[in-house]
């Protein structure tokens, strides 16, 4: 639990007795491989922080799966989109690994700045990067080539190809895995 309370201490600069109410909410969670949550109510207003392990946020269009993030070690797990609205295409989230992971219920941003004002901040700081997520992801959609694309994942996550089936990753790069696999010979025939 101390290395969630240190990151969120680094985040929002808590007083004593601020990071002692918050250790009181943290929760300690654990998730078997293949374990899969839909539109949870766990995972609403909730905050997770993987501790170990990996996990994938995806969605089905049509039967179709489509993977739409990754979430591994010291990254954060938060659903924002089904904060909003639950109408189209509700969140899945399978766990790929046995995850160990840290949960905080977050309040109503309105109603946290009356005892934590930096949760406010914290909260905008993650809506924040999440838009950076969301506009590098498009920018690569629309404008990257597949090659191009696979080479952004890699920067971002080094050790996913090890962690996550190829098919994940080829509906996360919007590509056949079949393209996936002629990158990756390719990349391979060029060392």
Same mark, same amino acid.
């Given at each position: 639990?101390?290395?969630?309370?240190? =990151?969120?201490?680094?985040?929002?600069?808590?007083?004593?007795?601020?990071?002692?109410?918050?250790? %009181?909410?943290?929760?300690?969670?654990?998730?078997? *491989?293949?374990?899969?949550?839909?539109?949870?109510? !766990?995972? !609403?207003?909730?905050?997770? =922080? #993987?501790?170990?392990? &990996? &996990?994938?946020?995806?969605?089905?269009?049509?039967? *179709?799966?489509?993977?739409?993030?990754?979430?591994?070690?010291?990254?954060?797990?938060?659903?924002?989109?089904?904060?909003?609205?639950?109408?189209? =295409? $509700?969140? #899945?989230?399978?766990?790929?690994?046995? %995850? !160990?992971?840290?949960?905080?219920?977050? $309040? $109503?941003?309105? *109603?946290?700045?009356?005892?934590?004002?930096?949760?406010?901040?914290?909260?905008?700081?993650?809506?924040?990067?999440?838009?950076?997520?969301?506009?590098?992801?498009?920018?690569?959609?629309? &404008?990257?080539?597949?090659?191009?694309? =696979?080479?952004?994942?890699?920067?971002?996550? $080094?050790?996913?190809?090890?962690?996550?089936?190829?098919?994940?990753?080829?509906?996360? @790069?919007?590509?056949?895995?079949?393209?996936?696999?002629?990158?990756?010979?390719?990349?391979?025939?060029? @060392?």
């Amino acid at each position: 639990m101390q290395e969630f309370i240190d =990151y969120l201490q680094d985040k929002l600069q808590l007083s004593a007795l601020q990071t002692e109410m918050l250790k %009181t909410r943290i929760v300690a969670q654990h998730f078997k *491989k293949g374990e899969i949550r839909v539109n949870s109510a !766990e995972f !609403e207003g909730q905050l997770f =922080y #993987i501790r170990q392990g &990996c &996990c994938r946020s995806f969605y089905l269009k049509d039967g *179709k799966d489509i993977t739409f993030s990754f979430a591994l070690e010291g990254d954060l797990l938060v659903s924002i989109r089904s904060k909003a609205t639950q109408k189209d =295409y $509700p969140e #899945i989230i399978e766990f790929l690994e046995d %995850t !160990e992971a840290f949960s905080l219920k977050l $309040p $109503p941003i309105d *109603k946290a700045g009356k005892n934590f004002p930096q949760i406010t901040r914290f909260a905008l700081n993650i809506l924040y990067r999440y838009n950076i997520f969301l506009e590098e992801r498009i920018i690569n959609l629309q &404008c990257k080539t597949a090659k191009e694309r =696979y080479e952004w994942l890699l920067s971002k996550h $080094p050790k996913l190809l090890q962690r996550a089936p190829l098919g994940h990753i080829a509906s996360f @790069l919007g590509i056949t895995p079949e393209t996936l696999s002629r990158i990756r010979a390719d990349k391979k025939k060029n @060392l």
